[in-house]
């Protein structure tokens, strides 16, 4: 098949990758443009960007779909679909319609559940026991097309954002080549979303990633995965911001402890119900650290409040 590919994150990269090797013609890959990053603010491609170069097919990086110039050129192409996986525009209806097979979208739940921009951190967050991935023709609403096919993963007491991203980044690629086969054969069938379990995975913001240690252990504990590796759950200690990247709750009993109170100078925490002990963090500027490295250069003896303001 004739194919444009529209994505941009590294999530997007092995369904490229799958895409070419079953041999369909990419006429052009669209990605976000390069945008300034790191710490001399040098502007940097995309993953899609950079691997689209490595496999030497073709680059656009239009800031809007909205405008009459580049739908044009997009229908020039005369693609026969376009596969998007996390590209980061929303499509307006004459992209949609320009493929002669319209869009396909890979999105990283198990639809209607977590439509939107975070599908994968709210799984998580949420204690979902488990997510997966759908094939969905594209539609004017938001993640709201019929499904050609899904997969479903569990999701382990122990998964992180991370973990499962990777996880779905690739059992998404392994699914596409079947729903494309079966849109040019006409064998495909599409099965509208249900109207109920609807929801709505919003973009993480950057405030609710601080730890509110009146909370669960366990409502800790599922915070701290969904939120690893990006933007990462935080507090204060003395004072300081500290991200969080890794622990465990111990229990789920009540303490006599206020919560955010350390328990023992090993960072033991005490929370709203149980305790949770933080076992790698980062202070700001500095690398991440496994509790005993961290604690070696920065003490947090019993007693210690956590949470209180930032400097």
């Not at 999105?107 to 759908?134: K, Q, Y």
């Not at 300081?240 to 955010?260: A, Y």
């Not at 149980?274 to 076992?279: K, N």
Request: proline share 6%; with cysteine.
């Amino acid at each position: 098949m004739k194919l444009i590919f529209m994505g941009t994150p590294d999530f997007s990269v092995p369904t490229l990758r799958a895409l070419h090797g079953a041999g369909h013609e990419i006429a052009a890959v669209y990605t976000q443009p390069p945008r300034p990053a790191g710490r001399g603010k040098r502007e940097q491609k995309s993953a899609v960007h950079k691997v689209a170069n490595e496999l030497g097919l073709p680059v656009r990086t239009p800031k809007s779909l909205k405008n009459p110039t580049s739908q044009n050129e997009l229908s020039a192409l005369h693609a026969d679909c376009a596969v998007v996986v996390a590209y980061g525009q929303i499509l307006p209806q004459a992209v949609l319609d320009a493929p002669r097979l319209g869009c396909i979208n890979i999105h990283a739940s198990l639809l209607p559940r977590w439509r939107g921009a975070a599908p994968i951190h709210r799984a998580v967050m949420a204690g979902d026991r488990e997510t997966g991935v759908c094939v969905m023709q594209m539609e004017a609403g938001l993640d709201t097309g019929p499904v050609l096919t899904s997969a479903c993963v569990e999701i382990s007491a122990h998964a992180t954002t991370q973990t499962l991203h990777d996880k779905l980044a690739d059992l998404g690629a392994s699914l596409i080549n079947e729903a494309l086969e079966g849109l040019d054969h006409g064998t495909a069938t599409a099965i509208p979303q249900p109207g109920e379990g609807v929801t709505y995975a919003h973009k993480i913001d950057k405030v609710e990633a601080r730890i509110d240690w009146s909370e669960s252990a366990a409502h800790i504990d599922r915070m701290v995965r969904g939120l690893y590796p990006f933007p990462g759950a935080w507090t204060t200690i003395g004072g300081e911001r500290v991200k969080i990247l890794s622990g465990r709750p111990i229990d789920q009993n009540q303490t006599d402890t206020s919560d955010g109170t350390t328990m023992t100078d090993a960072l033991l925490v005490a929370c709203g119900s149980g305790t949770y002990q933080i076992e790698t963090a980062q202070r700001a500027g500095k690398s991440s650290a496994h509790r005993e490295d961290f604690l070696r250069g920065f003490p947090v003896p019993a007693g210690t409040r956590l949470g209180g303001e930032s400097q």
